[in-house]
Nanobody, 115 residues
Framework: QVQLEESGGGLVQAGGSLRLSCVASGRIFRFNAAHWYRQAQGNPRELVAVITSGGSTNYGDSVKGRFTISRDNAKNTVYLQMNSLKPEDTAVYYC?????????WGKGTLVTVSS
């Protein structure tokens, strides 16, 4: 069984930065692609960033140039560096990872950006 633990959320002023982490633990042979999603209150879940097993990345239009997804395969960890944060980035952020043919979601970490 695989467990995911997200961390790094919190309250930050507009223009600030946060780094989210998503750590996978358990029986892991192959850590494949990973995604970060977010869901603001009253809105559908939105794809924020993607990283493949090879390290290729892609981003939602609303975060391009401000957010960076990365991974540390040795630590089974995916990161989301968020810079130049805006109030509209306020949401619960979730990681979604593909491990050994399974798909796993984290429980989410809240990011609040004050104006």
């Amino acid at each position: 069984q695989v467990q995911l633990e997200e961390s790094g959320g919190g309250l930050v002023q507009a223009g600030g930065s946060l780094r989210l982490s998503c750590v996978a633990s358990g029986r892991i042979f192959r850590f494949n692609a990973a995604h970060w999603y977010r869901q603001a209150q009253g809105n559908p879940r939105e794809l924020v960033a993607v990283i493949t097993s090879g390290g290729s990345t892609n981003y939602g239009d609303s975060v391009k140039g401000r957010f960076t997804i990365s991974r540390d395969n040795a630590k089974n960890t995916v990161y989301l560096q968020m810079n130049s944060l805006k109030p509209e980035d306020t949401a619960v952020y979730y990681c979604r990872v593909f491990i050994d043919g399974g798909v796993y979601w984290g429980k989410g970490t809240l990011v609040t950006v004050s104006s």
